[in-house]
Structures are given as structure tokens and as C-alpha cells.
């Protein structure tokens, strides 16, 4: 099971007049309604509900997209989790603790780049991360990069992972990070 962790804190209100949503193309990125998150996912991607995941991601996992381009030895893929914090814990900690959990856990584990974005808990903008990092669950594996953002609402905590074999040609991961960049609560 893969887990991964952000942060994210309130911007205070002086800062909030010119945030907007991050939306990106309707023609490349279709939208995802669940009723605690909504995505946006490359239209090519198919979707994988809750009851269609079976054991290929966590049991967290609340929905899966996959690219309709196999690859070789990985397949692109956008998955998001849900899981039970501790009630009102903030998204820092809790990426926090994801984060030392996936170090732990992830062989090979190399963070690349961390940055702070802004998404939107229930219309309010937060600041959380979007880390990229490169890892093997096994260490015969082949090395695969991940990007991963985090969010929290009262006792529940989501994770919006992007996972990618970095050296296929086919590599569409600026469309998958674009994708998490769109992730939000409701």
C-alpha cells in the first residue's frame, strides 16, 4: 500500500481576492465529481471507480484513472485516497507524516522536487504540497517517479498521487501533474 502525505494551511483572508480554481482545458481534461473531491484527469485516461479498483491500489483508493497507453512494465495512472486522520489534523502534519511513512516504506526513495500550491478546501484556498519523488516498491522493481499532493477535511485525509515510469516515451506526466494541481475537497 502506497500512502503519501501534504500540507496545507489557511491563507489569511487579505490574501484571498485573486485565487481562482485551477481549470485546465476541457478538451485534453475531463472532470471527476465525487462527493468529497473533485479532479480533472486527461480525457484519455480511463476511469476505475471505488467497486471497479479490485487489488491493484490500496483499499483507500476512492478512484483510479489509468492511460490507455500500456506500457512495457507501468502504466500511467492517477489514484486518490482516503484516509482516516486524526479529527482536525492539519494537511501539514499529516503530509508530514506521509511523507517519513514513504521513506520508509518505498525502496530507492529520492524526493526530486517539493513545491507549495494552492487548492481549495469546501471554497476556501489552503496552501498544501505537490512533491515529486522517485522510488521502487520492491528493489528488483523497476524504478517508477510519483507526484503526489495532500489535503484534509475534519477526519479524513486524501492523497492524489500521479505515478509514471519515467523514462517512457510516451510520458505524459506535465498532463498528470496539471491534473493534480486541479484537486480539491467540496
Known sequence: M???IGCSKVIPESNTNNITEFI?????FAFFEHTDFRIQYPVSFETLKQNQLETKFSNDAQVAFVSNLKSAFFTSNIVVEKIKV???LTSTLFAESIIENNKKQLNT???LDRKTV??????SPVTTILIR???RLELS???VEY???YLTDGTNGYVATAAYDPVDPNLEAEKLIDSLKTFILK
Open 141 to 143: 522493481s523497476d524504478l
Open 2 to 4: 502506497l500512502i503519501l
Open 133 to 135: 519523488f522517485t522510488a
Open 118 to 123: 494552492t487548492s481549495f478546501v469546501n471554497g
Open 24 to 28: 485546465l482545458p476541457s478538451d485534453q
Open 109 to 111: 526513495y529520492t524526493e
Open 86 to 88: 486524526a479529527p482536525n
Open 147 to 149: 507526484v503526489q499532493t
